[in-house]
């Protein structure tokens, strides 16, 4: 259909001629920003609380960050407007390892290092580096308009937060939860620090598997896997060798079962070493035993720990080879040069027996790109099991839901599973943790009455030389508290704690949910006896259009301020909420953007042309009979907001001046807000989007207006309420996905109350008119006909043409022929004489003549024509389907295309040959 606004010259109205989001959009973000949206803790209303996923304070905004914390405002503003205290609480997280990167990179570009300033500078260096620079990505979340309350903003490392950690990790001490001892970590060789796994990036590696052949104790021992007198093991990591403790079978395979208890010589060594059995062993992976290296393997490690087996290292901190294990001739050797060397000596000794291609996963970290090494350490570690049995039972109970809910059973899954947390980092910003020794190595912790009491400062230990653990904690020691420790825990008794917390819905993508989601559950049991959140609703990861994770290093990144700049921000808000479906990851879709910008146009032309009509009709309303008069009936006295749309609606309901158009969409729009509300309810974001999306564009903005011009040319008071009343109403509507347009649409409307402090329109079944529906239905159905076959005749849209309805449904046609012939661009006459074309939609039947329409002899060579093009395509495209390569090689949605190319020209085609048959 056309634009509303096609015919309103550049001064015409109000509101400029076209929108422009640059001049709209920076005086509503920062308005929100300045006058935040505080949530009153001591309101009577029912708590709405969502904590954002803390960025890092080192970071910029990135497609994820927007696509998450437009879901967010979605919601908050949504429930803001259904009259729940909403919190959007804002706040970024001290970023460990990142931030020390950060600041020791400048320190780099001076010539210092962290240890040449002392711990004490070095963390003023850090503090001076965030005031000044950090906080970065919260500014640019302004211009994302998130309705955040800034008055709470939150860091991980301000005074409140410290005390939660300290308070945290005193009572789990004292509880013994929290223990010191020695296990497997991940360890960064560059950064020398411990590494939890959210800070390891997986990457599948091309490498090799060796297969080694260890010599049996007894050379007259029968085959097993290889040549009678030895047992053959593959393995990825041959240079650790030397750090066997054993060699594993299955218990139950019957090929290794004469060989348990017997002993095997290490490769290039004289040491030899048990053959035990551990179900641990996948009896069909690889050659069916595993070498079993306590120190440098997690699972080898478990394997340990059940037998009672020694875990010496040979690897040292600096990833090189180290310790009297280790052959003189490899001692020193960085790992992987180490590796190269273990190899060579094998194939000299005879003992590597095959080498072959294998795809690895190995962990790099996060910051370093380093290959993270698996190294027994004597680190802080949480007992995880204890927490996770609380979950699990929370989730059977349903007190913490996750939608999508199929991810309820991964969060159950890594629950069962889980393992102890190390806490501890060789970081000098972040938590220092509060553990203290003595020259005994005895540990001394606060006390839980005393949290806050350095033990140096203790009066009981005064006669000690106590000094204190220079470690820190884990970043995600402090994030796991976000859900209370921002409002105020441990002080039970604080005003947002009581009033705010459990918190409501978490918004986060998947891909965190056993490092983050997990472990803030587990905190939220342990240390308040309550689940941290209702409902987690986890998003997929945003990709680029080839469906791959953007990075720097692939150069495939997208920076959402750029599209901010392309598109303004509320068409980049619709793409985010629009592409969200499911839990699926996101395609990059540059479609979507421009569909968003098309959208915010298409609600400012509607709105220029209602304001238009309006302003026309204003001088002949009598007092009587206005706009404003309409509201003051409608209004339920002391109660001014309270459902105000659907009372003006319900008012407007009940005049006799309404047309068919007005009764339709008004009976539409309750309809379609039910449909969205229950969709957001229901956290489908996605799905509520493309409700309104549909609804206003096609129903609203190219139905009914066109539909009610002639009734707004006549200045007909029904039909401008209703304009008014429905665009309103529809603002509201859309409100939550798109602030910025909607608000200064709403203010321009003559509103002095902010859009966004309105109440939430609510669907009223007084409103729902079958019959208009009906009956309307029938009107776009003679519309969609007389169109379809003016273009079968060649004509234009623009073109005037003659037709007659037939069919049930004919006499509502006619009783609207002023909105079938304005829109259609059409006559209605009583009868035809000679050949005609016809069209059927719905029941409605619409004739168009032949002759003195079209040249019959040129018309049936051009749809002869159009017959035989319609043929080729769809052998084409069957011959397509037909080949099995082909079949075989093309995407899944280039497949499904060729198939609606079959069935679309198959219809056509179909169409066209009983059009055809009229003529032999």
């Known amino acids: 259909m056309t634009d509303t606004t096609d015919h309103l010259t550049e001064n015409e109205g109000p ?15 920062n308005r929100w920003r300045t006058e935040p949206f505080r949530a009153d803790a001591s309101s009577g209303r029912e708590p709405f609380t969502i904590v954002i996923p803390p960025p890092n304070v080192t970071g910029s905004l990135h497609l994820g960050h927007a696509l998450d914390n437009t879901l967010i405002d979605t919601l908050i503003r949504f429930k803001r407007m259904r009259g729940f205290e909403a919190l959007f609480l804002p706040g970024t997280d001290h970023a460990g390892i990142s931030t020390q990167v950060v600041v020791e ?39 994302l308009g998130v309705s955040a309350d800034w008055t709470r903003e939150r860091f991980t490392m301000d005074e409140g937060l410290s ?94 079962a004469h060989l348990i208890g017997q002993q095997a010589r290490i490769p290039l060594t004289d040491r030899t070493v048990p053959i035990i059995a551990d179900e641990a062993v996948e009896m069909e992976f690889g050659v069916g035993a595993l070498k079993i290296t306590p120190a440098h393997d997690p699972t080898d490690f478990e394997v340990g720990e059940r037998h009672g087996l020694p875990r010496p290292s040979v690897i040292d901190l600096h990833g090189n080879l180290t310790g009297e294990l280790v052959p003189e001739a490899f001692r020193g050797l960085e790992r992987f040069a180490a590796r190269k060397a273990v190899v060579k000596a094998l194939q000299e000794s005879g003992e590597l027996l095959e080498e072959k291609d294998h795809d690895t996963a190995i962990g790099l970290s996060e910051r370093t790109k380093v290959p993270v090494e698996p190294i027994v350490s004597t680190q802080w570690f949480v007992r995880m099991k204890p927490f996770a049995d609380q979950v699990l039972e929370g989730l059977d109970k349903g007190e913490i ?12 899954d890594w629950l069962e599973n889980i393992r102890d947390w190390n806490i501890s980092r060789q970081l000098w910003w972040g938590h220092q943790i509060p553990a203290w020794y003595d ?32 470690d820190v904690f884990d970043t995600w020691f402090s994030s796991n508290l976000w859900p209370f420790s921002t409002l105020g825990w441990p002080d039970t008794d604080a005003e947002d704690f009581r009033k705010f917390y459990p918190t409501q819905v978490l918004v986060t993508g998947y891909d965190i949910l056993f490092f983050w989601v997990a472990r803030m559950q587990m905190a939220g049991y342990g240390l308040t006896g ?48 629009f592409l969200s479906t499911g839990g699926q990851d996101i395609k990059h879709d540059p479609r979507r953007f421009e569909q968003g910008r098309n959208f915010a146009n298409k609600l400012w032309n509607a709105t220029r042309f209602a304001l238009m009509r309006l302003g026309e009709a204003a001088p002949n309303m009598t007092d009587d009979e206005n706009l404003s008069a309409y509201v003051r009936r409608a209004v339920v006295p002391g109660n001014a907001d309270l459902l105000r749309s659907q009372a003006v609606l319900g008012v407007l309901r009940t005049r006799d001046d309404l047309t068919l158009a007005d009764r339709w969409i008004i009976s539409r729009l309750n309809a379609v807000t039910q449909e969205a509300t229950a969709q957001l309810e229901a956290f489908d974001i996605g799905a509520a989007i493309r409700t309104l999306y549909s609804f206003t564009w096609d129903e609203f903005c190219d139905w009914y207006i066109e539909a009610a011009k002639p009734a707004l040319s006549e200045g007909r008071l029904g039909t401008l309420g209703t304009l008014k009343a429905v665009l309103e109403h529809i603002l509201k509507l859309l409100h939550p996905f798109m602030p910025f347009v909607t608000s200064e649409l709403y203010e321009a409307l003559g509103h002095r109350r902010q859009l966004a402090l309105r109440i939430w329109p609510q669907a009223d079944e007084t409103l729902h008119d079958a019959e208009a529906t009906r009956a309307f239905d029938a009107l776009r159905a003679a519309v969609s006909a007389a169109r379809s076959l003016k273009s079968e005749l060649g004509l234009s849209p623009q073109d005037r043409l003659g037709v007659l309805v037939e069919g049930d449904l004919a006499g509502t046609v006619h009783e609207n022929a002023r909105v079938v012939e304005s829109i259609a661009r059409v006559t209605l006459v009583s009868g035809l004489e000679g050949r005609t074309l016809s069209a059927v939609e719905q029941g409605v039947i619409i004739r168009a003549p032949l002759e003195g329409t079209v040249e019959i002899g040129d018309w049936l060579g051009k749809q002869k024509k159009r017959l035989q093009e319609l043929d080729k395509q769809i052998r084409q495209a069957q011959g397509k389907l037909s080949n099995e390569g082909f079949v075989a090689r093309a995407p899944a949605e280039v497949i499904e295309e060729e198939r609606r190319r079959v069935t679309d020209f198959s219809a056509q085609k179909e169409r066209l040959e009983q059009v055809l048959a009229q003529f032999e």
């Open 163 to 256: 005390k939660a950690v300290r308070h945290q990790f005193v009572r789990l001490y004292h509880e013994g939860a929290a223990y010191r001892g020695e296990r497997i970590v991940n360890w960064d060789p560059a950064s020398q620090t411990t590494l939890s796994e959210l800070e390891i990036d997986r990457e599948v590696r091309k490498g090799k598997m060796y297969t080694l052949a260890y010599k049996l104790a007894d050379p007259s021992t029968p085959a097993s896997n290889g040549e009678p007198g030895e047992i053959r093991i593959a393995t990825v990591r041959p240079e650790t060798i030397f750090a066997d403790q054993a060699i594993a079978v299955h218990p139950a395979d019957p090929r290794f």
């Open 530 to 577: 309550r689940a941290p959140f209702s409902t987690v609703m986890l998003h997929g990861l945003y990709l680029d259009a080839k469906g791959q994770k953007m990075s720097k290093s692939k150069g495939n990144g997208v920076d959402p301020l750029e599209l901010f700049d392309q598109y303004g921000v509320d068409a980049c808000r619709f793409a985010f909420t």
């Open 401 to 412: 839901k996750l939608t999508p809910e199929r991810y309820t059973k991964v969060n159950r």
């Open 105 to 143: 990179r400048q320190l780099k570009e001076q010539g210092l290092s962290r240890f040449d300033l002392g711990r004490e500078a070095f963390l003023e260096k850090v503090w001076a580096w965030k005031e000044e620079s950090g906080g970065t990505i919260l500014n640019q979340l302004t211009r």
């Open 439 to 470: 020259d005994e190595g005895n540990i001394y912790v606060p006390d839980p009455e005393k949290p806050d009491l350095d033990c140096d400062k203790d009066p009981r230990y005064a006669h000690l030389n106590l000094r204190r653990d220079q």
């Open 15 to 29: 509101l400029a001629k076209q929108f422009e989001p640059q001049s709209v959009e920076p005086q509503w973000s």
